[in-house]
């Protein structure tokens, strides 16, 4: 693996200190790395995709460095803010196509990349649409609340007045909303109350995911790795305000987190679905009912895991994922192509 190169796409602002350890961990086994950050290309990261004289080739740079990818390499695509860096001064339309041509390129040379790619940003973004999350889990036999994804007011009312123990909504994508001070105010999931029901109109604007309220007994995160998965729990009933949704207080609950054994079942289920969605990594969550049923809510196809590394249960995510970048054999999961 010494003369192997891994490049790693993200952002400048994606300063989580995994990164940092993954990139020494992967050179402390000999391969050369690149950190390219998509918001900084094309005003101060370079891209070259060549096919002259019957060759083909594909070069990145940034902040010096240089990577000639072939067929033993790998890219891993963590996150993206195409081209975020472009002047503001630019005239607006023509800003708004220098972006574009730049997102083409970086999906393009990715799509067309001769090495392995961890995981294609049109995977990512195929594979987070939940009503096909809804349909595949169902049809592998993974247990899915009752939903409705609707903009009908009048259908979304039937609907949560139908579920007995009451209803939530979350959004399709994760977006958040700046206030006055220009502070993120994230959309996290709601628990429906009449006052709601009353508001339902608002739907003609934007479309809105609608659940049946289930028990739970505690929540739990999948993260898969290439052929490895973990499995954490967190009793989010234990802390106000995370009832509905854990992540309001994702920082109180950081050290709360605990190792979970899966059903065998259920792991079988997720694995099939890994294989399904073609790709080596998702953060997929669940909810485990007082009776022991898994329900199945939604995969992450990008969605973020580190914190189980840096506090408990300090699962090896960095040394999985390196293990899948370089090539290590059984490190893989076998996916449908």
């Not at 029901?197 to 505690?218: N, S, T, Y």
Request: aromatic fraction near 8%; include cysteine; charge should be negative.
């Amino acid at each position: 693996m010494s003369n192997m190169k891994v490049v790693m796409m993200t952002f400048s602002g994606d300063l989580t200190s995994k990164i940092a350890d993954l990139r020494r961990r992967l050179e402390d086994r000999g391969a050369e790395v690149l950190r390219f950050d998509t918001d900084r290309f094309p005003t101060e990261a370079q891209v070259l995709f060549c096919q002259d004289a019957g060759r083909e080739s594909l070069r990145l740079r940034c902040d010096g460095q240089e990577a000639l990818l072939g067929p033993g390499d790998a890219i891993w695509y963590r996150r993206s803010r195409w081209a975020s860096q472009l002047p503001r001064s630019l005239d607006p339309q023509l800003r708004h196509g220098c972006l574009l041509e730049s997102e083409a390129l970086l999906r393009g040379v990715m799509a067309a990349a001769p090495c392995f790619v961890m995981d294609p940003p049109e995977l990512v973004r195929a594979r987070g649409h939940k009503p096909y999350q809804q349909r595949l889990a169902r049809e592998l036999g993974l247990a899915t609340p009752r939903t409705l994804m609707t903009n009908d007011p009048v259908a979304a009312r039937e609907f949560v007045l139908s579920c007995p123990n009451g209803a939530i909504a979350k959004m399709l994508v994760g977006f958040a909303v700046l206030d006055d001070e220009g502070q993120e105010q994230v959309v996290f999931t709601t628990s429906l109350d009449e006052a709601h029901l009353e508001r339902l109109d608002g739907l003609k604007f934007a479309p809105m995911v609608f659940q049946e309220k289930i028990r739970k007994q505690v929540e739990l995160r999948v993260t898969v790795i290439g052929s490895r998965m973990f499995t954490a729990a967190v009793d989010s009933q234990r802390m106000a305000g995370a009832e509905v949704d854990w992540r309001e207080r994702g920082v109180a609950l950081l050290g709360a987190w605990t190792p979970y054994v899966l059903p065998p079942e259920v792991e079988r289920a997720l694995g099939r679905y890994m294989e399904r969605i073609g790709m080596q990594y998702s953060a997929i969550d669940l909810l485990v009912e007082p009776d022991g049923r898994h329900v199945f809510l939604e995969a992450n196809p990008a969605g973020e895991c580190f914190w189980l590394e840096h506090y408990a249960p300090h699962f090896p995510l960095t040394e999985a994922l390196a293990d899948v970048l370089l090539g290590v054999p059984g490190a893989r999961r076998t996916v449908c192509t």
